[in-house]
Structure formats: structure tokens, C-alpha cells
């Protein structure tokens, strides 16, 4: 398997038919065979996906103890890397139930940081995931799946825009660079100082200087953060690139969870990257996979 990611699912989105876990294995199956994805799969979302009958017969699937048992911990492990990358993984899909009180257990946070400070994809809901293969199999030279349309719908919808301080510099480069990408958007949406530098930045190039670029929220501590996620719950927001400064503790870590819950609330309708390099890998895809 060329890449391989942790597989996850609360409770919650595996116990019905209609769960999250199998809707998005229902619309990314072929993606998954196409790209031979490899899953390293804790034990009850594994028996889950068995039960259902679903990815019958494909080899990539594989059991992990439960996370009871120290499934999640060993996939932590793994997204650092083990034994020489032997056992490295390239991100994880964890879709989480944000009033299960195992979404904020140590290992989903630490799950989710890793993936950060790696630059690897951390996929919490059904629709970054989805939006994730769909980028991978641009990236492999797939012609497009007309059912991941709507996740390239920019003129219809809205983008925030968010970056810790120390992540600020990046963010801007990031803009800068796939400055008419972005520009295609209804509209995008930010927090305090990262909304006024990134209109500063789009008035340098032309941007019309009595428009803004970015519709300005309050700062982060300030309740920004909040304000976002209400936009995403009313899904008036359909993309948060959001990046994380994870070697610092912050004051606001309750209002910036409170954007993350807000984005697993609505799972088939937010994406989320948190990753420049993610990002960025995104924004090439798009590109190449045009309208």
C-alpha cells in the first residue's frame, strides 16, 4: 500500500446503516481500491466495517487492538513513526462524535497534534475525508469524481481563514501564493489580525481597496473562533483552513475546540485542514483538477 492512514470512527458513526463511517466508505470505495489506500484500523471500527460487509475482500484493511486495549496509542505511535518507518502512517481519518467524552481522551488529541507538527492529515469528518481521496486521486492522475463536485463548488461558498500567531507567516505565504484559487470563493471570513494581514496582502495585488478581501471576525481570545464555528454549524462556512500552532499552550483552547466540535457537528458539510502542507496539496489538486 503506497499510503497508509489510522482508521477510526466513534460509536456514533458506526452503529446505524446510514452512519458516518459507512457513507463514506459508500462514496469512496472505488477511490480507496483505485489509490490502494491502507488502513490501519482500530478494533471496533474495524468489526464494524467487517459487519457491514463493506471493502469485502480488500487486502488493505487491517485490525488493531481496541482503543480500550491501546489501538489509538499504537496509531499515535505510528503517525510519529516506528521501527524505522516500518510502521509510519501518513495521517489518520478519525471521525469523531463531539459530545462522546473519547473525542478529548488523550490519544484523540495527541492523535490529532501529531498529525500537525508532522504535516500529515488529520480527517475528522466525512467530508475532509472525502475531500482528501479525491485530492489523492488527482494527485495519481484519476479523472475526476463528479460526485466530489460539490467540494469544489467555490463560487458558492464560503472559506475562513485562521492562523495562530506563530503560524501567521505561513498563513499569509500560503494566501500570497494561491492568491486567485482563493479569490474564487463567495466569500472568505477570518479572525482579527490574520483577517486584516490577509486583506493588506490581497489590496497589494489589486485587490479593490474598498472591498475587503476577508470579512474580519473578532480576534481568537476575543470569541473569532466562536463566531466561525456558528457560521459552520448554520453551514454558511464549507472550508476552514485553519493552522495550529501546537507547541504552545493557549489561553483560548476552549474557543478554539469549540471550532473543531463545530466541524465534526456537521460532518458531511465541513472540511478542515489543518496542515500547510495539506493545504497546499489541496490548492495543487484543485488547480489540476479545473471545473
Known amino acids: 500500500m503506497s499510503i497508509c492512514l489510522g482508521l477510526a470512527a466513534n460509536k456514533l458513526h458506526h452503529q446505524t446503516e446510514d452512519a458516518a463511517l459507512f457513507s463514506l466508505l459508500r462514496a469512496c470505495e472505488a477511490g480507496i481500491r483505485e489509490l490502494k489506500l491502507g488502513f490501519h484500523t482500530v478494533g471496533r471500527t474495524y468489526d ?26 499504537k496509531l499515535v505511535a505510528e503517525v510519529v513513526g516506528m521501527e524505522g518507518d516500518e510502521r509510519a502512517l501518513d495521517g489518520a481519518i478519525y471521525l469523531m462524535d463531539p459530545v462522546d467524552p473519547s473525542s478529548i481522551f488523550p ?46 463548488d467555490y463560487e458558492n461558498q464560503t472559506l475562513a481563514l485562521i492562523a495562530h500567531d506563530a503560524m501567521k507567516p505561513t498563513m499569509m505565504d500560503f ?11 463567495r466569500r472568505r471570513v477570518g479572525t482579527g489580525t490574520t483577517g486584516q494581514k490577509l486583506n493588506e496582502m490581497a489590496w497589494s495585488k489589486g485587490w479593490p481597496t474598498d472591498k475587503p478581501w ?13 463566531q466561525i ?16 500552532d501546537p507547541h504552545v499552550a493557549r489561553q483560548h483552547e476552549a474557543d478554539i475546540q469549540l471550532l473543531e466540535r463545530a466541524v465534526t ?7 478542515c485542514s489543518t496542515s500547510p502542507k495539506v493545504a ?11 471545473t
Open 107 to 152: 490519544e484523540a488529541l495527541a492523535m490529532k497534534r501529531q498529525c500537525v507538527i508532522h504535516g500529515k492529515p488529520f480527517l475528522s469528518t466525512v467530508a475532509s475525508a472525502r475531500d482528501w481521496i479525491e485530492m489523492e486521486r488527482i494527485h495519481a492522475g484519476f479523472a475526476r469524481d463528479r460526485n466530489a463536485d460539490r467540494f469544489y
Open 175 to 185: 494566501a500570497e501564493r494561491n492568491f486567485d484559487l482563493l479569490s474564487r470563493y
Open 265 to 271: 457537528t456537521v460532518t458531511h458539510d465541513a472540511v
Open 214 to 226: 476577508v470579512d474580519r471576525y473578532n480576534s481568537g481570545p476575543l470569541g473569532g473562533d466562536a
Open 48 to 73: 464494524a466495517i467487517t459487519a457491514a460487509s463493506m471493502l469485502q475482500g480488500y487486502k488493505g484493511l487491517v485490525r488493531y487492538p481496541y482503543g480500550r486495549e491501546g489501538g489509538l496509542m
Open 280 to 290: 497546499q496539496r489541496w490548492c495543487d489538486a484543485a488547480v489540476q483538477r479545473g
Open 229 to 244: 464555528a456558528d457560521l459552520v454549524l448554520e453551514k454558511r462556512c464549507h472550508r476552514a483552513i485553519f493552522f495550529e
